[in-house]
């Protein structure tokens, strides 16, 4: 069975930082792109940023491009994402997402197959 699970949300105050993990078992995805994605109460699910396969390349929203950093550890089979200068906006559930196939990134759902099931982020002003 395939799962990503997503670690390290929580409740921080506004300018913190946070680290999120998303750990994948079940299968390798070495040579996926893989992504993160956040749904904030009443909202559609949006795009946070996406990193393709060897890591080498990588992209962000612009609402968080500066703060946030996606990276990955195809060793560990694990994705991170690095968030700074955090701000109330921010706050939502965060999921990391692994492409079906193909290496290069994507920042849009349709390409992604396989979800974990969310870590909640909340910053207070």
């Known amino acids: 069975q395939v799962t990503l699970v997503e670690s390290g949300g929580g409740l921080v105050q506004a300018g913190d930082s946070l680290r999120l993990s998303c750990a994948a078992s079940?299968?390798?995805?070495?040579?996926?792109?893989m992504g993160w994605f956040r749904q904030a109460p009443g909202k559609e699910r949006e795009f946070v940023a996406t990193?393709?396969?060897?890591?080498?390349?990588?992209y962000y929203a612009d609402s968080v491009k500066g703060r946030f950093t996606i990276s990955r550890d195809n060793a560990k089979n694990t994705l991170y994402l690095q968030m700074n200068s955090l701000k109330p906006e921010d706050t939502a559930v965060y999921y990391c997402?692994?492409?079906?196939?193909?290496?290069?990134?994507?920042?849009?759902?349709?390409?992604?197959?396989?979800w974990g099931q969310g870590t909640q982020v909340t910053v207070s002003s």
């Open positions: 997402a692994a492409r079906w196939y193909g290496g290069d990134y994507a920042d849009t759902p349709e390409p992604y197959g396989y």
């Open positions: 079940g299968r390798s995805f070495s040579y996926n792109a």
């Open positions: 990193i393709n396969w060897s890591g080498s390349n990588t």
